[in-house]
């Protein structure tokens, strides 16, 4: 069965440094996303991108937050410069072009910004 | 504002007992209507999802939930609990925005199944 794929499964950096948190997803979707989980707080969207660009992003998804598909097969999320509250389950997630599709989750990215 | 409520940060249930795990929504319009459960240390697996049609959804593992338009309730059922079933279960809906798949999820209720 296809799976999206996260990693690592757990990034541990200093404050202020840059992370890059890695994402495939299934081989025929179209549309990717980033969701966060602060520890004991609900799933977050944080960007949808679809065609090479981004189609929508919410309030948290600041300056310091970059995604990118470098590749034909990799989907990126960059924090340039983290916060401590950064630090959460960063979940990928991507779907077809069908309307009523649900969503594929990776198994996620604990980043610990210390 | 759009948002999903679970009002039970916990359900507990004996195995073998039925089980429901609450969801409403505010959203306006129709949306599409979902659940999906975490396990420690893993993902979101999806369960079953509304869109139209019979308002009950049958999905993975015997479960499956009720959609109730006039109450904006999406609730989840089982009728026979399993130990294994013992997970994090979130309640998620899409605006009907037409366009992308963003979803709105609800703070999960923690599922307990008991011998």
């Known amino acids: 069965e296809p799976e999206v794929t996260q990693t690592p499964s757990h990034q541990v950096t200093q404050m202020g440094q840059e992370v890059i948190l890695r994402c495939v997803p299934i081989s025929n979707h179209l549309y990717f996303y980033w969701y966060r989980q602060i520890l004991g707080q609900k799933v977050e969207f944080l960007v949808s991108f679809y065609n090479n660009e981004i189609s929508e992003k919410s309030e948290i998804f600041d300056d310091q937050f970059s995604v990118e598909r470098p590749d034909g097969s990799n989907f990126t999320l960059k924090i340039r410069s983290t916060k401590l509250e950064d630090s959460a389950m960063y979940f990928c997630?991507?779907?077809?072009?069908?309307?009523?599709?649900?969503?594929?989750f990776g198994q996620g990215t604990r980043l610990t910004v210390v | 504002a759009q948002s999903v409520a679970q009002p039970e940060d916990q359900v507990n249930v004996a195995e073998g007992n039925p089980l429901t795990v609450k969801c409403t929504y505010s959203?306006?319009?129709?949306?599409?209507l979902f659940w999906y459960v975490q396990y420690p240390n893993r993902g979101l697996q999806f369960l079953l999802k509304?869109?139209?049609?019979?308002?009950l959804v049958k999905g993975s593992y015997g479960f499956e939930a009720e959609f109730n338009k006039s109450q904006t309730s999406f609730h989840l059922k089982k009728p026979s609990a399993l130990v294994s079933d013992s997970a994090l279960y979130f309640c998620?809906?899409?605006?009907?925005?037409?366009?992308?798949?963003?979803?709105?999820f609800g703070a999960g209720t923690r599922l307990a199944v008991h011998p």
């Open positions: 959203v306006s319009g129709n949306p599409y």
């Open positions: 997630a991507s779907s077809d072009l069908r309307d009523s599709t649900e969503a594929f």
């Open positions: 998620a809906v899409r605006p009907p925005s037409g366009g992308y798949n963003k979803l709105i």
């Open positions: 509304y869109i139209t049609g019979d308002n």
